[in-house]
């Protein structure tokens, strides 16, 4: 396997993800922000944080599996959340849970940032979620 995920002791715990990504291997994957659309574009749960965080968490996966990756070779996820505030960690939380099992989510999780935003590219858009992978 190309990537090792670790956090080293001292690092602050418990958090759900890696502090650390190591990965080898010359071919990286780079999947673009991606958002609670379908296929031919229509806006999946419109208002609902946790419906978005699924659709767009499947929407990742399709990109890696295109490039022949999976959330295995995933080093960083970050995630972009329009009117961010803690009260909210629960939604996103119950999205990710929701697809963990189907997508292969790794537990815990590679190392993940999350930053709140105003407002991402349409009105409608809650979530956005970007993934790097590193495969041999």
Excluded: C, K
């Amino acid at each position: 396997m190309a990537v090792e995920l670790h956090t080293p002791e001292g690092m602050f715990q418990p958090v759900p993800y890696h502090h650390v990504a190591t990965a080898t291997g010359t071919r990286q994957v780079h999947v673009a922000g991606q958002i609670a659309r379908d296929a031919d574009g229509r806006s999946i749960a419109p208002g609902d944080l946790a419906g978005q965080v699924e659709q767009a968490l499947r929407n990742v996966a399709r990109g890696l599996a295109g490039a022949g990756a999976g959330f295995a070779d995933v080093v960083r996820l970050r995630f972009f959340v329009t009117q961010w505030h803690p009260d909210r960690y629960g939604d996103l939380l119950a999205g990710i849970d929701r697809v963990a099992d189907e997508l292969g989510l790794p537990q815990p999780w590679p190392p993940v940032s999350l930053i709140g935003v105003e407002i991402l590219f349409e009105p409608d858009v809650l979530v956005e979620i970007e993934a790097y992978a590193v495969l041999d």
